[in-house]
């Protein structure tokens, strides 16, 4: 892995602006918020896992990546990709279900071959995910939900491979000592073959552990994994991921995390800061 933090200053300078102009955005919803009488959000950022938590009925949730940066190396050619304003909106239907609507307005993917020097770039939209989530069981050690989801082909050119996919995550949670969360996430995804003849089923699988370090400031870590059993041959993803949430105020949450690939699949590192409100 040859990742370096610094190689890239744009990205720090676009996170802090667009990150500027949502927080102002949002400025005006946190200060009415009354700290001591709203339950504090409860979001499936930052990390790859989602939570069993739904929004609040009747209530508009919006959860967003305000940059993603990832960054690879393979086959002798270096392959950058950035995200801007990332979003799921997610309403409250009841105490106990949500609907969630995601898409990604703009894309940016570049390329250099490390040998001859040639680059290439290319930017886009991505497609459409929507998901409903329901929680199935909530007590005292734990709660689970189920998320089945669904991918409409509305991405540019060359950001997708226009084909409907879908599938369904079933994430269990359990409370240990000292506030600890451990969460387990299955999923079951139904992809379209690489060629374009059928269909083919992918698992993904993670634990990931969070701890409060206070009130506000929460560490989260986490093991990923993903076999895509496309015929044309298996592929075989994993991932150490890391992340810290700040609650601003009961409505508003910053997040920063970070992905690190853990091999040739999986791609080598993987930067992010992100937001999500309430209201």
Known sequence: MTFRVAYDLRL???????SGGLLLAFAADAAQAQ???IAPICTDRPTKANSTCTAPAGAWQVESDLANYTRNRAGGVRSETTYVVNPYLKYGLNDRMDLQVSWAPYIRAEAKDMASGAKASDSGSGDLYVRLKAKVWSGGSGSAAIIP???????SRGFGNDEWEGG????????LPDSVTLTFG???????DA?????????VNLVNVARPLSDRVSLIGELWSSFNFDPAGTVRQYSADVAMTYLVTPVVQLDVGAN??????????QLYA??????
């Open 12 to 18: 720090a300078r676009l996170m802090a602006g667009v």
């Open 35 to 37: 700290e001591a009488d």
């Open 149 to 155: 989801f669904v991918k409409a082909p509305l991405a």
């Open 168 to 175: 369904v995550a079933a994430p269990v949670s359990f409370a």
């Open 186 to 192: 299955p999923e079951l995804d139904v992809l379209a």
């Open 195 to 203: 060629d374009g003849s059928g269909r083919h089923v992918a698992v």
């Open 260 to 269: 690190f690939g853990l091999n040739r699949n999986t791609p080598d590192a």
């Open 274 to 279: 992100g937001v999500s409100t309430r209201f």
